[in-house]
């Protein structure tokens, strides 16, 4: 691996407090990112391509989970001081429908060939089923404990979800909004979670281990377990270049490589405090990370690899 594997490319100022961010979400089609200011209660739109914020939107308080489905004009978002997902057109950037969900909404998947979005609920242990059709909650899925995040597995078109405080991969038929597997994982406290579905993989990251652990999705057997940075949350890879980055609670952004079905590490890449969420763009490679303090004001860091 190169001496740094990813260079800064800027910082630019974010509206609002020095607080607390969490998922994102890219539209390839415009271009947009989709940022939850969770301590701010503000949902942000970032335009990639000029570099800015396009707008702010108000009334999302402790914003976490956000879900764009640009074939639909649809992001979602999870309002958990709230208690409910909020369903916005991403057109004229109006709330269309807020719908109640449990204790504790977080991670968001959508299952094309139903229509139809899964939310879970990680503290009250469940998983939400929204009918993208109707904007209304259809079916409620008890996980068993404290659900992490959620992915879609365009492979089996079967919905994954981390159950952390069971320490399983969870597999959910979305045609019938059941649960059809639950498959042991090694780690302490499955939370993160990205799906590799052409390379039938699954990337798990553990917060209570620091542990990432490399999936087979036709076995359910885990076939590497490397160490990453302290508390390692969200996840997002890159497809053209097939690096893996895993964002975390501390100050590094870890950065894989995935080679022939196999995993390698590159670097623990210092990039700023609560470095946990993380974004990519597949056409221009460029890596996003919002950071809650620099200099006194939240910035969004905007990275691109060394490796091409």
């Known amino acids: 691996a190169p001496a740094q594997v990813l260079l ?11 607080t607390r961010f969490d998922y994102q979400s890219l539209d390839p089609l415009t ?16 335009d990639t391509h000029g570099r ?5 939107l108000p009334d999302f308080p402790v914003v976490t989970g956000v879900r764009v489905i640009p074939e639909l004009h649809r992001v979602l978002a999870s309002v958990t001081a709230n208690h409910e997902v909020a369903i916005v057109d991403t057109g004229t950037l109006k709330v269309v429908e807020r719908v109640a969900d449990g204790d504790f909404p977080d991670g968001i998947a959508f299952a094309p060939a139903v229509g139809k979005a899964y939310v879970s609920d990680e503290r009250g242990g469940h998983e939400t089923v929204i009918d993208m059709k109707t904007n209304r909650r259809v079916a409620t899925i008890d996980m068993g404990g404290e659900v992490g995040n959620t992915q879609y597995d365009a492979g089996s078109q079967r919905i994954l979800a981390n159950v952390q405080s069971r320490n399983q991969l969870v597999v959910i038929d979305p045609g019938v909004d059941a649960i059809t597997a639950r498959h042991p994982l090694p780690g302490d406290g499955p939370h993160g979670l990205e799906v590799v579905a052409p390379e039938r993989l699954a990337f798990v990251a553990c917060e209570g281990d620091g542990q990432l652990l490399v999936v087979n999705l036709d076995t359910w057997k885990t076939m590497q377990t490397f160490s990453s940075g302290h508390e390692p949350d969200v996840l997002a890879f890159d497809a053209g270049l097939s690096l893996l980055y895993v964002g975390t609670e501390s100050n590094v952004v870890s950065v894989f490589r995935l080679q022939k079905g196999r995993l390698a590490k590159l670097e623990e890449v210092p990039v700023g405090p609560d470095a946990h969420s993380i974004a990519v763009d597949p056409a221009t490679h460029e890596v996003f990370v919002p950071l809650r303090n620099v200099g006194g004001q939240p910035v969004l860091r905007i990275m691109k690899p060394a490796l091409e």
Not at 10 to 17: M, S
Not at 52 to 56: E, G, I, L, Q, W
Request: glycine residues 12%; without cysteine.
């Open 8 to 18: 800064p490319l800027a910082d630019v100022p974010l509206p609002g407090r020095a």
């Open 31 to 46: 271009g947009r990112l989709y940022i939850a200011h969770m301590g701010d209660g503000k949902l942000l739109v970032f």
């Open 52 to 56: 800015n914020v396009v707008a702010s």
